[in-house]
């Protein structure tokens, strides 16, 4: 089958393009430009840079495929970097890997790849997409550690009936680099990518700033009693559960203090002990079902945040407000704006972004 | 699948005459500007590519500089000619030309792409003395632009005008204005080389002044082999008509097959083997993809070096508006086939009606 490959100059889409290529498929690299990467010149560890274009096209030479660079500074601008400033502006904390996904690389891709005639997408993703009775279920990768199933909760069915993850089981990064190692290709030991690939610097709040000032204006800091204890430095240098940077109100006495609520209306941070952080009901929006909705409260377990194991809940779909209430077994931090993704065993139900108490 | 070149405005392929007298060149051992016998025979080589290239555009021999190509050879020319003058620079000028001029005052062009003439002639005369910027045939549309009654207004003004003829000098266009840029892999020849004309009596200071070749006006060892090769790059008796007969078979073909296309600058004079096709909708990327995977190879305007496609500054200047996006170049080297618009007309159908069926 003719293919479209997602390469991002990585190890792992690069194995991905290399396998499908052994195979016999005809394979298509493209490889997203996505911000200027004038300013974030070749460190490594952060994915999506010039040089990573560079290692694509080396990838897809070797193999002998087609490679193309697509532009979408514009489109990633405006669809994921604007969107991540302005969820910081309302208080929340973003997580634009996923609106990158479900933009720029599965809506965008899925289209470009019809209107190619390809058949299917693939990506370096660490997920299982199994045939299932009822249509391709989504399930955790093999290796547990690498899972990015969370990452694809915003995938629809239509976009996981065109995708493939061939890494999916792979039982870990260390034997995809083996089969980049044996297949020759330069990348074999490159860095994983680690940061939000348009925040080269890792200081989120400096490029969130520079698009919503607001974000850096100081503001008080108050305790849940609706003492004020101090002043902060703008709402974009935090987030729920967060104990670090609150200075002289990171205590009470003896008890230490963590962000409870981020109010952006009144750029307060509301501060409290440990205990009174978990919520017994936690609303989600936005949501995306890889099964028919369900229409009576529904078992299953939830994932509130990348690194965690997923925790029983019981989740109820009102249709109307297209709102979810997750209540978990035991009470637990969410941080407004992150992902929520709900699994059955391996297999991910849907997902959806975690919404505001109010 | 026999590939398809369609990119010849990109690069034209190698003709056979300048690949003879590249590699007779290549096996010329001197440096032509060595004193003893093998020096002057490589010198004999480079004026021999000079003469001819001097014949072919009604240059003097001495006031042709070979450069290491258009770029360098546009660079030069408005470095050198535009010290202390303003700049008018055509909207729809290549990045090799508004890169070399940061700040230059754009000339503005008419839909059909051609420099709007009066707006040029309001600009002369509001300010002090200019240099203008006009390519003789623009790269993406092959648009013509008036460069006689460009020249006169310039002459008239006391501006100087530096002419951009990377993509004309197929049609081999006598030197007009101070100075004119050429490309030797544009015409047929080796990439490496190119020329900026000189009008006699033009001083031109060096961008590098090196080890003074080029009579002190661009130092560096002359790149002999690409040199010969672009001064043997004549094109045939014939080859515009043969190719205009090629192009307007693409262009009546695009008609019959989708009434919601349109040919940029279609009404301006144009080179005789460009067509910009537009096809409103679909993005020019996509076009350029499905195409290449169909085995053709097209272009959507300029590409950069990564290879990323962006909006055609030409289109938008000529008043394309959402549609700059969707631009295709078609560009016939000199040695397209003869069934080549029905084998691209095959492919163009095909991929559009896969990108109006995702649109409807």
Redesign the interface.
Known sequence: MRVLVAMSGGVDSSVVAALLHAEGHEV?GATL?LYDHGAATARKGACCA?QD?HDA?DVADRLGI?H????REQRFRSAVIEDFAASYAAGETPIPCIRCNQTVKFHDLV??A????VEALATGHYARRLAGPAGPELHRAADAERDQSYFLCATTPAQLAFARFPLGDYPDKAAVRAVAERLGLAVAAKPDSQDICFVPTGRYHETVAALRPETALPGEIVHLDGRVLGTHRGLGRYTVGQGRGLGEASRDGETPLYVARLEAGTRRIVVGPRAALPQSTIPVREMNWLIPPPTAPLACTVKLRARETPQPAVVSWDAATGRLAVVPAAPAIAAPGQACALYEGTRLLGGGFIARGD | MVRLYLDANATEPLRPAARAAVLAALDAVGNASAVHADGRTARRLLEAARSALAQRFGAAPGEIIFTSGGTEANALAIQALGAGRRLLIGATEHPAVLAAAPGATPLPVGTAGQVDLEALAALLADGPPALVCLMAANNESGVLHPLAAAAALCTAAGARLHVDAVQAGRLNPPLIGDSMALSGHKLGGPMGAGALLLRPGTVLPPLIAGGGQERGRRGGTEALPAIAGMAAALPELGEAARLAALRDRIEAGIAALAPEAWIAGQGAPRLPNTSLIVLPGAAA??QV??L??AGIATSAGAACS?????RSHVLAAMGAGEAAGCGLRVSLPWNAPEDAPERFLEAWAMMRG??SR?AA
């Open positions: 298509i430009q010039g274009i096209r087609a193309y660079v697509l532009d289209e470009l019809r209107d190619l005639g | 990327e996509t993809i499905a290449d995977l990564s290879g990323k496609v962006t896969r990108l995702r």
